[in-house]
């Protein structure tokens, strides 16, 4: 649990105009913040499970404050969504949690097709 700041966190989520809410979620989930990620999870930059399941660089063609993208840039591949982070870090706690909230993997295009 360690420096987890959950009071802080919620304090943050209660600002209109979030930024970066998707780069939050992702860092609390590399980090196993059980709680902050059920906080964020709650907040409404999330109404719909579409959030959960859409990548940073498909996340940029909705809006472009969801995930950071500037100098500073972000620590995540552009390619991860949070079921896919979260697999990776094997915190099994979180899966649930986002399945619950309807993460899913999406299958991939067929690398062969010839759509465009």
């Given at each position: 649990?360690?420096?987890?700041?959950?009071?802080?966190?919620?304090?943050?989520?209660k600002k209109e105009n979030l930024a970066r809410v998707g780069?939050?979620?992702?860092?609390?989930?590399?980090?196993?913040?059980?709680?902050?990620?059920?906080?964020?999870?709650?907040?409404?930059?999330?109404?719909?499970?579409?959030?959960?399941?859409?990548?940073?660089?498909?996340?940029?063609?909705?809006?472009?404050?969801?995930?950071?993208?500037?100098?500073?840039?972000?620590?995540?591949?552009?390619?991860?969504?949070?079921?896919?982070?979260?697999?990776?870090?094997?915190?099994?706690?979180?899966?649930?949690?986002?399945?619950?909230?309807?993460?899913?993997?999406?299958?991939?295009?067929?690398?062969?097709c010839k759509c465009t």
């Amino acid at each position: 649990m360690g420096n987890e700041h959950l009071e802080v966190t919620e304090l943050l989520l209660k600002k209109e105009n979030l930024a970066r809410v998707g780069d939050a979620l992702l860092l609390a989930i590399s980090k196993d913040y059980v709680h902050i990620v059920e906080a964020i999870l709650n907040h409404p930059a999330f109404p719909q499970c579409q959030r959960l399941t859409l990548s940073p660089l498909e996340q940029e063609l909705q809006d472009d404050d969801f995930y950071a993208y500037d100098e500073d840039g972000t620590r995540f591949s552009h390619d991860i969504t949070p079921i896919i982070l979260v697999a990776h870090c094997q915190e099994y706690k979180i899966v649930h949690i986002l399945l619950l909230k309807g993460a899913r993997i999406k299958r991939p295009h067929d690398y062969f097709c010839k759509c465009t």
